[in-house]
């Protein structure tokens, strides 16, 4: 019974560092997701480029809808699960 408690301790832990590894690693890719999304709206803000006629929709709204239909987005948003 301990040897099996044992092992079950050391896989949690094991599970605890991995989760851990992946937070940071979600954060420093939201990071640079933020990063990339404010060049894109400079980018598009910027008075010398000409939206398309036919665009009823901008880059950055494109890219909202596409991150907010991901289920998973909310962790990246409060860093919570």
């Given at each position: 019974m301990e040897?099996?408690?044992?092992?079950?301790?050391?896989?949690?832990?094991?599970?605890?560092?991995?989760?851990?590894?992946?937070?940071?690693?979600?954060?420093?890719?939201?990071?640079?997701?933020?990063?990339?999304?404010?060049?894109l709206n400079q980018k598009f803000s910027n008075p010398t480029y000409s939206k398309p006629k036919n665009s009823a929709i901008s880059i950055t709204d494109h890219l909202n809808l596409s991150f907010d239909s991901n289920p998973s987005s909310s962790y990246y948003n409060n860093g919570e699960p």
């Amino acid at each position: 019974m301990e040897k099996l408690n044992l092992e079950l301790y050391m896989k949690n832990c094991y599970t605890l560092k991995e989760n851990e590894r992946l937070r940071k690693k979600a954060k420093l890719l939201n990071e640079e997701n933020q990063a990339l999304l404010s060049e894109l709206n400079q980018k598009f803000s910027n008075p010398t480029y000409s939206k398309p006629k036919n665009s009823a929709i901008s880059i950055t709204d494109h890219l909202n809808l596409s991150f907010d239909s991901n289920p998973s987005s909310s962790y990246y948003n409060n860093g919570e699960p």
